[in-house]
């Protein structure tokens, strides 16, 4: 994946996906979208195969609050409710559409208020909270698995980063990103929920950590040491290859 953002030929997409078009059929995922709320209308049409086809399989789209105000939304949520599609439509809401803050563009407090409007369950949670996205996820996928229909997921996160690397960031406030990074970090409460119910050590943490670290280094280092694609193959992969 870090080779994919990196433009390079072994990256999943042989480096010309970039951030935005990564995708891995082998473990299901179907490819992220640069067109804001252009997936949710494929998640509908992964939902149709895996009910014309009759397996257990779930369809997941994850978007975000700017992306929850497009048309396609709508659509692709009223074909999933009206034909019980097993699709669970998750929005990160984390706040900011790039320089909009959510509550600027949409008149709803919670976004999964719109599952009302589609006659499915809407959910809104911490979604910085672990366990609490495990327990509604687990509702909803068996849901979908008894032939329930989709269900709306909103967790209510924040967007610590700036929308692209080197956003000077002059629309919001400096010290609401750092209460969050500071005080919300969905890692580091999960760590201190799992130590204070003695499930983890401080000693084993660590050695997570570090496991976790050394991975990230050696995807950083394999990235940077892979070649760019070549130019003659820049008309491969194509629907018809050239
Ligand atoms: C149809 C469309 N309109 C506009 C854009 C430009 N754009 C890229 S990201 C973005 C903001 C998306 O906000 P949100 O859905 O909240 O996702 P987040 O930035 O939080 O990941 C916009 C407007 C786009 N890629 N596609």
Same mark, same amino acid.
């Given at each position: =994946?870090?080779?994919?953002?990196?433009?390079?030929?072994?990256?999943?997409?042989?480096? $010309?996906?970039?951030? =935005?078009?990564?995708?891995? #059929?082998?473990?299901?995922?179907?490819?992220?979208?640069?067109?804001?709320?252009?997936?949710?209308?494929?998640?509908?049409?992964?939902?149709?195969?895996?009910?014309?086809?009759? +397996?257990?399989?779930?369809?997941?789209?994850? #978007?975000?609050?700017?992306?929850?105000?497009?048309?396609?939304?709508?659509?692709?949520?009223?074909?999933?409710?009206?034909?019980?599609?097993?699709?669970?439509?998750?929005?990160?809401?984390?706040?900011? *559409?790039? +320089?909009?803050?959510?509550?600027?563009?949409?008149?709803?407090?919670?976004?999964?208020?719109?599952?009302?409007?589609?006659? =499915?369950?809407?959910?809104?949670?911490?979604?910085?909270?672990? %366990?609490?996205?495990?327990?509604? +996820?687990?509702?909803?996928?068996?849901?979908?698995?008894?032939?329930?229909?989709?269900?709306?997921?909103?967790?209510?996160?924040?967007?610590?980063?700036?929308? #692209?690397?080197?956003?000077?960031?002059?629309?919001?406030?400096?010290?609401?990103? %750092?209460?969050?990074?500071?005080?919300?970090?969905?890692?580091?409460?999960?760590?201190?929920?799992?130590?204070?119910?003695?499930?983890? +050590?401080?000693? $084993?943490?660590?050695?997570?950590?570090?496991?976790?670290?050394?991975?990230?280094?050696?995807?950083?280092?394999?990235?940077?040491?892979?070649?760019?694609?070549?130019?003659?193959?820049?008309?491969?992969?194509?629907?018809?290859? *050239?």
């Amino acid at each position: =994946m870090v080779a994919e953002l990196f433009g390079k030929a072994t990256g999943y997409c042989k480096g $010309k996906g970039g951030s =935005m078009h990564i995708a891995d #059929f082998s473990i299901g995922i179907l490819g992220a979208n640069g067109v804001v709320a252009g997936g949710l209308p494929l998640i509908a049409g992964a939902g149709l195969s895996i009910k014309l086809r009759k +397996t257990d399989q779930v369809a997941v789209v994850f #978007f975000g609050d700017g992306a929850s105000n497009r048309g396609p939304v709508h659509e692709a949520m009223n074909m999933a409710a009206i034909w019980k599609l097993p699709v669970i439509f998750v929005v990160e809401n984390n706040q900011w *559409a790039s +320089t909009t803050p959510q509550g600027y563009a949409c008149a709803l407090g919670d976004l999964c208020q719109r599952a009302a409007g589609y006659n =499915m369950p809407g959910y809104s949670i911490d979604g910085n909270d672990v %366990l609490a996205v495990r327990e509604t +996820t687990l509702k909803a996928v068996a849901a979908a698995r008894q032939g329930e229909g989709p269900s709306m997921i909103e967790n209510k996160t924040y967007r610590i980063r700036g929308h #692209f690397e080197g956003d000077p960031q002059k629309y919001r406030d400096q010290a609401e990103v %750092l209460t969050w990074q500071e005080k919300n970090d969905p890692i580091q409460r999960f760590e201190a929920h799992l130590v204070k119910a003695q499930v983890l +050590t401080k000693k $084993k943490s660590k050695v997570i950590w570090d496991e976790v670290k050394a991975e990230l280094d050696a995807a950083l280092e394999f990235a940077q040491n892979s070649p760019y694609p070549k130019p003659e193959d820049a008309l491969q992969d194509l629907y018809v290859n *050239a």
